[in-house]
């Protein structure tokens, strides 16, 4: 089935909503709507007026896990140490030798325990977040010759960022959107008692030490407070209040998820190296992985391009908006 006729499907598809409904407005339809921002710099703005908005991630987490939970589904916590693999070889069409794998156990270690847990597996998925390269890792993707499809690694590391929270009394109000400025710098209102949540995600120069959790507020300070007083003045008398430090899975290739089986690697299906992105994605991941489970292919939307197979052939789905 070719890309048209995938979007075909998806169009008629009954699961598929409407997207987003958008406004762009002029510097001075925003500045009416949103007295309280300065629009020096600012050529056109986008503004989402129905099916938009945000969303406590971790509530949303919580709520998914408790539904799976009574649904019969069995959380198990640990690290994966080993897979146990087979192989075997074949011949691609241009006579080259290759060779395929099929996981059959997968070893894990459980929390406060030396000992390891063996299971059995016809499948896995590999949705292990900003660890989904060390784990493809630790299955042999990647550890062929240079060059090769075999020697193609999964390019997700983990990459830490930073979120503040901070009080402003004559902050904005209750109208408030979440707002992302030319400069990479974002926030949202959190509650009614004039409290806000933002931040901005670093340069390459800039990346911090990913081996622990520890918050910068001189980044703070020094590259975000300014551009938030420059676009919402009232910001000047901000106060921090608490801050926290996460991952994202961030894909070095072209800061895109990973959706879909591996070539080589046959029961190895990915999901992941979302860059920030993933928890927008998942729903509509969650049912691209399942679809190709249970069916062969992807039937609501097409995601080919977002195959693995895309590193090895150099073939970018470049996203430009990681915030």
Known sequence: MGRTDYTRQWRRNPFCQEGAKISLMSPEQLQKKFPWINTEGVALASYGLENEGWFDP?????????????????????????????SNSMRNSDGEEVNLKRIHEVHVKMDNSLEYQPVECAIVVNAAGAWSGQLAELAGIGKGPPGTLEGTKLPVEPRKRFVYLWHCPQGPGLETPLVTDTSGVYFRREGLSNNYVGGRSPTE????DPADLEVDHDFFQNKVWPHLAQRVPAFEALKVHS????????????????????????????????SGHGLQHAPGVGRAVAEVLLGGCFQTIDMTPFLFSRFYLEEKVLEQNII
Not at 63 to 86: A, D, H, N, P, Y
Not at 205 to 208: A, D, Q, S, V, Y
Not at 248 to 260: A, H, I, K, P, R
Request: hydrophobic share 40%; with cysteine.
């Open 58 to 86: 971790w509530s949303l987490l919580q709520g998914l896990r408790r539904k799976v939970q009574s649904m019969g589904v069995l959380f198990c916590e640990g690290e994966v140490t080993r897979f146990i693999t087979s």
């Open 205 to 208: 120069e800039e990346e911090p």
């Open 243 to 274: 801050a926290w430090a996460g991952y994202y899975d961030y894909n070095t290739f072209d800061q895109n998820g990973v959706v879909g089986p591996h070539p080589l690697v046959v029961n190895m299906y990915f999901a992941s190296g979302f």
